[in-house]
């Protein structure tokens, strides 16, 4: 079945049909990375997005059911240059055509995602429709696409009820995955399957108790934590900080998340009271930028975002270079930062944009990018490492305060 994708400067390309029957009107971003489609598609950051793969061949290693990022996948719409329909992977539990089709996710293949990628990079991004009506009115649509935002769309990507996940567990026993339909086959009835090796984790633990305010986490993020034996307990992004503080974590995680962060302005309101404690506290992503407007600076728009497995950053501690995973389209404004209260810790070498803050005389650091990194390098792990450090500093007492480079520097 032909499928057409309609751009918001009236650009059309067609293609074939893909994954569900449906028309759709989303934001059209792109990913650069090579592997890791899946991640990407169950990444709730990309919530009120339709997502473009800018590598050629997508689908070719099936879905691995259990290296899903949450229950279900986010992207409004999929946009491939060639779908792998027959996946060769012993690990794979369905083919992602099946994937799509059941999580009612529409897509388009067989078009140049070279010259999409271009347009959007040359003119920011755009809206844009899928459909498969051959019929279409230009005239109508481009009204429409126009007029489309993606709204609060955290309060759809959040869990919807605060879960613990402990370090003597199974990953399918913690949280949102127990118990739920993403560890079935390729039928995905119900019922839980038996898990593989890969994904038991048995840790003694640390004694640590982290609150991870959830804006639309991906899992790995809790996971990293429970991994190096926190108990992670988990809340909905309208959480009060006053239920936060009051069951005494010694730490505190702000994950990432979909959309634009001064949209989320009742979020901003309660981190800017966990600020005002004493509670080690570490950002990613969109919590890296609601934080950063909690305490007064600012955020603007990208012309078309860093979406992908391969942005290199700086430390300006160290000088070192890692290579990042990162997925967002907005990011803090240094030139309205005030230096009494937070300095730039990290930078994004490729446009010099903000890639991370250290928070003056106060034990919070916050990142841009994706420490977690799934997909996408592993570099940045240690960044979870400090925090860890920096909340057992706290607990014994130990000052911990200070710059850059005493709360984030190379890791061994």
């Given at each position: 079945m032909k499928a057409f994708l309609v751009l918001e400067d009236g650009t059309v390309f067609e293609g074939l049909h893909i994954g569900a029957c449906k028309e759709v009107i989303s934001e059209i971003v792109f990913?650069?990375?090579?592997?890791?489609?899946?991640?990407?598609?169950?990444?709730?950051?990309?919530?009120?997005?339709?997502?473009?793969?800018?590598?050629?061949?997508?689908?070719?290693?099936?879905?691995?059911?259990?290296?899903?990022?949450?229950?279900?996948?986010?992207?409004?719409?999929?946009?491939?240059?060639?779908?792998?329909?027959?996946?060769?992977?012993?690990?794979s539990d369905c083919s992602i055509q099946e994937f799509l089709e059941k999580n009612d996710v529409p897509g388009i293949a067989g078009?140049?995602?070279?010259?999409?990628?271009?347009?959007?990079?040359?003119?920011?991004?755009?809206?844009?429709?899928?459909?498969t009506d051959e019929n279409y009115k230009l005239d109508e649509i481009l009204p429409k696409l126009k007029a489309y935002t993606t709204g609060k769309v955290v309060e759809k990507a959040t869990c919807q009820e605060k879960y613990t996940l402990t370090p003597s567990k199974t990953l399918a026993d913690n949280g949102p995955f127990s118990g739920s339909s993403v560890f079935n086959r390729a039928g995905f009835e119900a019922g839980k399957r038996e898990m593989r090796p890969s994904m038991v984790r048995e840790l003694n633990g640390t004694g640590l108790k982290v609150a991870v305010l959830d804006l639309g986490a991906k899992a790995n993020i809790a996971h990293s934590l429970a991994?190096?034996?926190?108990?992670?307990?988990?809340?909905?992004?309208?959480?009060?900080?006053?239920?936060?503080?009051?069951?005494?974590?010694?730490?505190?995680?702000?994950?990432?998340?979909?959309?634009?962060?001064?949209?989320?302005?009742?979020?901003?309101?309660?981190?800017?009271?966990?600020?005002?404690?004493?509670?080690?506290?570490?950002?990613?992503?969109?919590?890296?930028?609601?934080?950063?407007?909690?305490?007064?600076?600012?955020t603007y728009k990208l012309k078309y975002g860093h979406r992908g497995g391969n942005h290199p950053v700086k430390d300006l501690a160290t000088g070192r270079v890692y290579i990042s995973s990162q997925n967002h389209g907005y990011v803090v404004d240094t030139d309205?930062?005030?230096?009494?209260?937070?300095?730039p810790a990290f930078i994004n070498v490729n446009d010099g944009t903000n890639e991370g803050l250290s928070y003056t005389g106060k034990n919070i650091f916050t990142v841009q990018y994706h420490p977690e990194a799934c997909p996408g390098p592993q570099d940045s792990g240690y960044l979870f490492d400090r925090f860890i450090n920096m909340m057992r500093g706290e607990k014994q007492g130990?000052?911990?305060?200070?710059?850059?480079?005493?709360?984030?520097?190379?890791?061994?």
């Open positions: 990913n650069t990375s090579m592997a890791g489609y899946l991640e990407v598609l169950t990444d709730p950051s990309y919530a009120g997005q339709a997502v473009c793969m800018t590598y050629p061949l997508i689908g070719n290693y099936g879905v691995c059911l259990e290296d899903m990022e949450s229950r279900k996948p986010w992207p409004d719409g999929f946009i491939v240059r060639e779908l792998s329909r027959i996946p060769s992977n012993f690990r078009i140049d995602t070279r010259a999409l990628t271009r347009i959007l990079r040359e003119k920011g991004t755009m809206n844009g429709m899928i459909t991994q190096r034996g926190c108990e992670v307990t988990v809340y909905p992004a309208w959480t009060k900080a006053e239920e936060i503080i009051g069951d005494a974590p010694d730490g505190i995680m702000l994950s990432n998340g979909p959309g634009d962060p001064k949209e989320c302005t009742s979020i901003i309101a309660e981190i800017k009271k966990l600020y005002d404690t004493d509670i080690p506290i570490f950002a990613i992503c969109l919590g890296h930028q609601l934080m950063a407007l909690a305490t007064g600076a600012d309205k930062l005030d230096a009494k209260v937070a300095v130990v000052p911990t305060q200070g710059s850059s480079s005493s709360l984030i520097k190379e890791g061994k």
